[in-house]
């Protein structure tokens, strides 16, 4: 069974620029995350995605990101325009509805975002 | 919302010792602690989960214990071997159907590492 996967591996742009990442759970999996690793700091949560509902988006640092997940399979991350600050790893992950915790996630290798 | 602090931040220890890493959560009201390992180039993986009706849990040469009163929770790893090496991430969430998300809240990760 595939894993979750992420693309690009590595997105290098320039300050104001547009980048879109893809993400693609493993199949079944209702719940999807967004996290965001900046160097040296914590896995920062960004949003949840039940199927293609958006169950908790209090993680998102400014209108200049937007997640979608049509039809309740892929996620899509856009950031526009993008900054400096921005830079980082953007991990993806899903799992599936646990009896009452939160339950094992299911990391992919993350994007690379690196903003001149 | 929940603060989770990692400590140490590296770690070095000779092949066969013992490591722990220590973190600490400010929400009462977490009640899943899971250990996540992530090795270079891959995505965060899970090696070991704790509820907080359980105080200790063992996995082979790893355990984690943990103190709900004085909200710490602690990895455990005996003999260890080079292939430990990696970064470690621990982290909390609150019980699914709470009123503000049940993401995993991670703490900043504690590079490991096993020398010969």
């Known amino acids: 069974e595939a894993g979750v996967t992420q693309f690009p591996s590595h997105s290098v742009i320039e300050k104001g620029q547009t980048v879109t990442l893809r993400c693609d759970p493993i199949?079944?999996?209702?719940?999807l995350y967004w996290y965001r690793r900046v160097m040296g700091k914590e896995i920062k949560f960004l949003l949840h995605?039940?199927?293609?509902?958006?169950?908790?988006e209090s993680g998102m640092p400014n209108n200049r990101f937007l997640a979608e997940r049509t039809g309740g399979t892929y996620s899509t991350l856009k950031v526009q325009p993008a900054e400096l600050e921005d830079s980082g790893v953007y991990f993806c992950?899903?799992?599936?509805?646990?009896?009452?915790?939160?339950?094992?996630?299911?990391f992919g290798e993350g994007s690379r975002l690196t903003v001149l | 919302g929940e603060n989770v602090e990692q400590h140490p931040s590296t770690l070095s220890v000779q092949e066969g010792d013992s490591a722990v890493i220590k973190c600490t959560y400010s929400?009462?009201?977490?009640?899943?602690f899971p250990w996540y390992k992530q090795e270079l180039g891959k995505g965060p993986q899970l090696i070991i989960d704790i509820r907080s009706n359980v105080g200790e849990k063992k996995d082979q040469r790893i355990a984690v214990t943990l103190n709900k009163t004085a909200k710490h929770f602690s990895l455990h790893i005996t003999e260890t071997q080079p292939e430990d090496s990696a970064v470690y991430f621990c982290a909390a969430s609150r019980p699914w159907g709470s009123n503000s998300g049940y993401a995993l809240n991670f703490g900043k990760g504690t590079s490991l590492l096993v020398t010969p």
């Open positions: 199949s079944g999996h209702d719940n």
């Open positions: 929400d009462s009201a977490s009640n899943y």
């Open positions: 995605f039940v199927k293609e509902s958006k169950q908790d």
């Open positions: 992950a899903s799992s599936q509805r646990s009896d009452g915790y939160t339950g094992e996630l299911f």
